[in-house]
Every structure is written in C-alpha cells, then in structure tokens.
C-alpha cells in the first residue's frame, strides 16, 4: 500500500512545459501544467528582462504589447507570422548552343527561341531545330554554336595579359564607334547649346549608341524648341514631345549593317533609344487605356516588336523630372581633369539625382555608365585627351567605371596575390605590369570588350600561339573593315569574319 503523502506529492509535482510553433511574432505558446499560456518576450530600451508576463489568452498578450510598444500600433493581424511558401522553380534546360534561348514560362510546346537578331523571333519545339535555324541564318556550321565554356582553358596571369595586350593592338587603341562619335561631337561643341537649353535629352543621347539615332535627337529639340508653341510648354511637357517626335523619326531609320554589327554585334536593342523609353515611361509595349482608338503602333528596325506613346496625361511626370534634374546636374560638372575630379563630379551627379528612371542605385551598372558617358564627355569637351591618375591606386578607380570589379581585377593582377593587394597597389603600376599606354579611362571598356564571350571561345580553340602569330593579318583585317565601312569593327566580328576567310 502507498503512504497518502507519496500520492499527495506526485499530484504536485509540475508538468513539464512543452514549446508550441509560435504564430505570433514576439509570443511564446507553452503548455504548463496541462494549461496553455501566452508568453511575452520582447526586450524594451532600460528594462533587463525580455520576459513580460505570461497569459491564458492570446489578447491579453497582445494588449500587454500594445501598452510596452504602443508607438508601433501592434495588431493581432501585423503580429501574425505568415508562412512562405516555396515557389515551385522551373528547371532549365543545360543549352548546348549558343544564340539559342529557352523560354520555360511559355505555354505550348515550341519554348526554344530564335532572337530577332538572328534571322526573326521565332519558336522551336527542339533546341537542334533552333540551332539549325540560327546557323542557317549566320551562314556557318551548327558545330560552331556549340558552347565550349566548360572547355576554355585557365590561364595564369601572365598569359591574360599577354592576350589583353594583343587585343589591344590588334584594335590599334582606338575607341568603339559610338566613343569615337561622342568625342567627335565634345570636341565641335556643336551639340552643348542644345543641351544647355534642353539638359533633359542627356541621359537619352547617351544612351543612343548610333550616330544616325543621335542626329535625329538633337535635330528633333532643336526644330520643336524653336517653334513658337514651345514657350507656353513646361519643361516636362517639352521634354515628352522632343522624345516622341524623336522616336517617330526613328522608326524610319535602317541603321547600317556594320553599325549593328559591331556597335551592338546585332541586338540592336542593347541599351538602345526605344528601350531607355520604356523604362522613362514615354512609350508602352501594350496600347495606353482609355483611347477612343487604338494608336498606330511604332516599329523599330524591323525589331517586329510594337512600342505603343504613352500621352503626356498619363506618363509619370517624376521620370520625365528626373531626367531633366539629372541633364542639370550633369552640366554643372564641367572641368574633368583627374581621377580625383572624375570621382567628386560623378558623387555630385548622384546626390543631386537620386532618383534617375532606369537607374535607380547609385551603385548599379546603368547610373556609372551614364555617369561615366558624360565625364568623359566633359574631360575630351575640356580638351583633356586622357585622366590624370597621379596618386590613384586600384581601389579607388575600380567603383568609377562599370565592369571594372569583374574585369580588371584578375587582369591587374602582378601574380598571386590577395584582392587587397591588388587593390593597394597604385594603378600606374597596375598599368605598367599589364603594359597598357591607353587612356585609363577607357581600360574598363576595353576589358569587357575582350571578354565577349565569341571572342574568347575563338581564341580558346585556336590557341595564344595562333594569335601571336596572326597579329599582323588581323591588323590589315581591321583596317580593311575601317575603309570599307568607317568604323572599328568589334574584336570577336573580325576574328569571325577573318577565320572563315
């Protein structure tokens, strides 16, 4: 027989308290002696504890919160902690061919793309049908579209350099066409009281790559700013009717084919005009709503694709605004001298525009590369023919320039060394090591030219000693394209077109 005060003190005896999943952001569910408790635990500024009391309702927790944090208005809704849900992802396919895209989102069967680049949009139910179309279209093999990535040798620092430098002599240190044009034009100064009296035409001038498309625009600002009618238009309204007229005209333009060619190596949209419109808000790739008729659609380049004016009344002014902000800004850095300068003026372009349509961070890609167009606009307009960079070291220049970080640090490498030492060292000595005598603003541009990947797959299967050997044909190649079409083709265009002759 059990003595009564043995079962006295087993009755006694606490329960174990067992942790539930909580719900509740800042609320514990425990089980204490067969009860469910609501436990607050949330720390408060001066208190020591992050304990606040236990309650046998979920109100009462929620209310005690309310009364320690009552400048949060806490509900039981913000509260709740909401479950995520994976998403269920889409494997692609491992492609074997280059050029040839697929499209997983798509419905149907036929997801493998042909890009309007390369012979019209069109889609393929097989990527070998696909690659087919895309050789058929490129006059070559189907074997040359396959991917050799995974087979391109790792070369030791001494080699990339090597390979750098005879890319770089083989362009004869000349810029791309589009550089070339923009330092034609700083050099007249022709086209700077057109942007003095409409700074909102900057960013796009930038961006417009071709020539022919920069002529447009700045002959489209000066024929409507000189109409009678544009002294009574804001400054936005302006800006929106200079960019639509602009964009009207363009639709009639054919660009050259070795403009296309080596400006953009074919997709033609590449940070073109009508897509930096897109993103302003000016044109739509669906028809604006509420239009008694449905506006002519605009066609660019036999792109096939529909771009759609979006009326002044319902466009985002603030795009249009800070585009103009932005064109200001960029006026008032003028003396480009130095790596010095270059930094504090790209500093003062962002904080004067935060907020540019396209380029939102200051860090991202497109804002250093509209940042870096204008500079460089104003260093050849000040007659500067290249940056001064006594005292910069490779830390400092790598945040000017896009693609400086991916390209330029394993290139400006004096061997095997740390990130920090490369970054450390001075860039003149960096420029010495890699014999590089170009502008140093301009050796991120070249870096990323000779990595196109076209370019580097040829010269992985031919091999560095191909290359040696073959510097002096392809520079008679290059100088052969440069009379016949008046532009510096792009370095994987002449190994192309070299190798198949």
């Not at 279209?137 to 074997?143: A, Y």
């Not at 790559?209 to 489209?220: S, W």
């Not at 790739?285 to 660019?300: E, K, S």
């Not at 004067?352 to 991202?364: H, K, Q, R, S, V």
Request: proline share 5%; with cysteine; glycine share 6%.
């Amino acid at each position: 027989m059990i003595p009564f005060q043995i079962i006295w003190l087993k009755r006694r005896l606490p329960v174990k308290s067992t942790m539930v999943t909580r719900t509740y952001r800042h609320i514990d569910i425990t089980i204490r002696n067969g009860s469910k408790l609501y436990v607050v635990n949330r720390r408060k500024a001066n208190l020591e504890s992050s304990h606040h009391g236990s309650y046998k309702k979920l109100t009462q927790a929620i209310n005690r919160l309310q009364q320690l944090f009552p400048e949060e208005h806490l509900t039981k809704a913000s509260l709740r902690i909401t479950k995520k849900v994976k998403k269920l992802s889409i494997a692609l396919p491992k492609r074997k061919y280059a050029k040839v895209y697929y499209q997983g989102n798509r419905k149907g069967l036929s997801k493998w793309l042909q890009h309007e680049a390369y012979g019209g949009r069109k889609y393929y139910t097989t990527e070998q049908a696909c690659a087919e179309a895309v050789a058929e279209f490129l006059d070559c093999g189907v074997e040359e579209l396959l991917l050799k990535k995974s087979a391109y040798p790792i070369h030791t620092v001494d080699v990339t350099q090597e390979i750098f430098g005879l890319c770089y002599t083989i362009c004869g240190g000349r810029m791309p066409g589009d550089a070339e044009d923009m330092k034609s034009r700083a050099e007249s100064g022709k086209a700077h009281g057109t942007f003095q009296k409409q700074p909102g035409i900057i960013a796009s001038f930038i961006i417009t790559k071709l020539p022919v498309a920069k002529d447009v625009l700045l002959q489209t600002s000066r024929e409507i700013m000189g109409k009678p009618s544009a002294s009574k238009m804001t400054d936005l309204a302006l800006l929106h009717a200079v960019l639509v007229r602009a964009a009207v005209l363009m639709t009639k333009l054919r660009w050259p084919h070795a403009w296309t060619e080596s400006v953009g190596k074919g997709v033609i949209r590449f940070q073109n005009f009508w897509e930096h419109l897109v993103k302003l808000g000016v044109l739509a790739r669906t028809a604006p709503v509420g239009q008694a008729a449905v506006p002519r659609p605009l066609i660019f380049c036999e792109t096939q694709e529909e771009y759609f004016v979006v009326p002044f009344c319902q466009c985002k002014k603030s795009k249009l605004l800070s585009q103009i902000t932005w064109g200001k800004a960029c006026l008032q850095q003028e003396r480009i001298s130095s790596w010095k300068q270059y930094t504090d003026a790209s500093a003062a372009i962002d904080k004067a525009c935060p907020e540019l349509a396209g380029a939102l961070d200051e860090d991202c890609y497109m804002r250093k590369w509209l940042n870096r167009g204008w500079l460089l606009y104003a260093m050849w307009r000040g007659k500067h023919k290249r940056l001064n960079i006594t005292g910069c070291t490779v830390r400092s220049f790598l945040p000017l320039f896009p693609d400086a970080k991916e390209r330029l640090l394993s290139l400006l490498s004096p061997g095997n060394v740390s990130t920090n030492q490369i970054k450390a060292q001075m860039l003149s000595d960096a420029l010495s090591n890699l014999n590089y005598t170009g502008p140093p603003e301009l050796l991120s541009m070249w870096a990323c030219l000779f990595a196109d990947p076209e370019a580097v797959g040829l010269i992985a299967v031919r091999g560095v000693d191909w290359l040696r050997i073959h510097v002096p044909f392809l520079i008679k190649a290059r100088k052969e394209y440069e009379r016949a079409h008046g532009i510096s083709p792009h370095l994987a265009v002449l190994l192309k077109q070299f190798v198949k002759a």
